[in-house]
């Protein structure tokens, strides 16, 4: 089982900017997909961005342009830069991680087997 670790949410004014970070327990190597969920209150968990296998990004509709995901393969670190937040941007922010290109494929949270505990981020308009 893999440990993650989220950090860097907080409150932020609409137009603001955070950094979250993803901690992993253990070297994740390609093989992995890395991906971004959240979780507004009274609604269900959506994919917010993802790596793949192959080394390729996606990003929900919503956040295109404005998120960028990257990863610190000498770190075990996986992060979200997140420009020009939206109120709508505001919920808890969790990493996962899933061995193979599926999950990634799939971009769902029900094929992601390791999960961090998350992180509050709010925008405030």
Known sequence: QVQLVESGGGSVQAGGSLRLSCAASTYLDSSYCMGWFRQAPGKEREWVSGIST????????????RFTISQDNAKNTLYLQMNSLKPEDTAMYYCAAQAGWYACYRRTASVFGNWGQGTQVTVSS
């Not at 192959?54 to 342009?65: F, I, M, N, P």
């Open 54 to 65: 192959d080394g390729s990004t996606s990003y929900a509709d919503s956040v295109k342009g």
